[in-house]
């Protein structure tokens, strides 16, 4: 029963996370039509994004986007996870990516990544027993 309310808890911060992400990229936006001078915004992005827990943690839901178009893998199990590779619109604005695990112990870690082009761009990280990491991209 305490395992179960702990993973409510987890999973309801993680969605907290996942909101405050969308939020950002939401309220960030412009409807400036004026992109022509802004680099990147006319090219698409090959997106991956990637996960790693610590010896024993086991990786329970990601949640990743492009733009605030999340896709969620839930029911995950092991280490790591990598999602399938996103190519962006072209004018695409943010990649956000935010990961739940459970560690073995209070030393556990989780660490996220966002790799665009074949490139690392931006990692988040995590540690103790209850993990949750998160990282931005803007392209």
Not at 46 to 57: I, Q, W
Not at 99 to 114: D, E, F, H, M, Y
């Amino acid at each position: 029963m305490k395992k179960m309310k702990l993973k409510n808890v987890l999973k309801g911060s993680f969605l907290m996370v996942m909101a405050a992400l969308v939020f950002g990229f939401v309220t960030s936006c412009s409807n400036n039509d004026d992109d022509d001078n802004i680099p990147g915004t006319n090219k698409t992005h090959k997106v991956v994004f990637k996960a790693e827990a610590s010896a024993g943690s086991n990786i329970d839901i990601a949640v990743y986007g492009i733009d605030g178009n999340p896709t969620t893998a839930t029911s995950l199990s092991g280490t790591t996870w990598t999602s399938p590779e996103i190519t962006t619109e072209a004018g695409a604005f943010n990649a956000n990516v935010a990961v739940n695990a459970i560690g073995a112990s209070a030393s556990s870690t989780l660490k996220v990544q966002i790799w665009v082009d074949g490139e690392l761009k931006k990692e988040g990280t995590s540690s103790g027993q209850y993990l949750s990491a998160s990282a931005s991209h803007t392209f």
